[in-house]
């Protein structure tokens, strides 16, 4: 069946440091993998969204990367700062079916001052 | 510009009552979709719509039924609430097939069945 796993412990991580949270997944192929950020109490909010065909994507202090041959997104925060102390969902999205998106259980991430 | 807004915020509900959640978005998204988010668990989708008066299942549909009567809102029933209900619930909306289905989450109604 489709897996999708992410870094189950808590990451924390000293601020400034660059924190890295992975995204692995099996039996699926997705066009499409996506960041979202989830804050306690709320819901999660669109971060970045990477192609199957592109290695790497940047948004101001974020980085993703997508290895589709080892099945893995790695997603960066560098110069990392208290704010961005969250929950990071990773999703899979297919091009046809809406229905077929599945998502990550999230890492918990922790910036200390 | 309020994106999309869930009521209620709480509720708490005994075994065997039922409830509606109301969700209501203002992008004019085609897709709306009812997840559950358990913990350790990812969000779960419930019930999905890709456009007024249409609804599909996803991967947990049992104990739950929607409507799409107006491409603005979404609702989700419980007609016998049971303790496995307990969950918080987001709704979500996107643009229509073709697009990279980015979604847009509500802020949850965190549901308690006793």
């Known amino acids: 069946s489709q897996k999708i796993e992410q870094n189950s412990e808590a990451l924390n991580i000293q601020e400034g440091k660059t924190a890295t949270l992975t995204c692995n997944y099996t039996?699926?192929?997705?066009?499409?993998l996506q960041w979202y950020r989830q804050d306690p109490g709320r819901g999660p909010v669109f971060l970045l969204l990477?192609?199957?065909?592109?290695k790497e994507k940047r948004k101001e202090r974020l980085k993703v990367t997508f290895d589709t041959t080892l099945k893995q997104s790695l997603f960066h925060i560098t110069a990392s700062q208290p704010a961005d102390s969250a929950t990071y969902l990773c999703?899979?999205?297919?091009?046809?079916?809406?229905?077929?998106?599945?998502f990550g259980s999230g890492t918990r991430l922790s910036i200390r001052p | 510009n309020a994106g999309v807004t869930q009521t209620p915020k709480f509720r708490v509900l005994k075994t065997g009552q039922s409830m509606t959640l109301l969700c209501a978005q203002d992008m004019n998204h085609e897709y709306m979709y009812w997840y559950r988010q358990d913990p350790g668990m990812g969000l779960r989708l419930i019930h999905y719509s890709v456009g007024e008066g249409t609804t599909a299942k996803g991967e947990v549909p049992d104990g739950y039924n929607v409507s799409r009567l107006k491409k603005q809102n979404f609702l989700l029933g419980l007609e016998s609430a049971a303790p496995s209900q307990t969950s918080v619930y987001f709704c979500a909306s996107s643009l229509a097939s073709g697009s990279s289905y980015e979604q847009y989450f509500g802020p949850g109604t965190r549901l308690t069945v006793t």
């Open positions: 999703a899979l999205a297919p091009y046809s079916s809406a229905s077929k998106i599945i």
């Open positions: 039996n699926y192929s997705p066009a499409y």
């Open positions: 990477i192609r199957e065909n592109e």
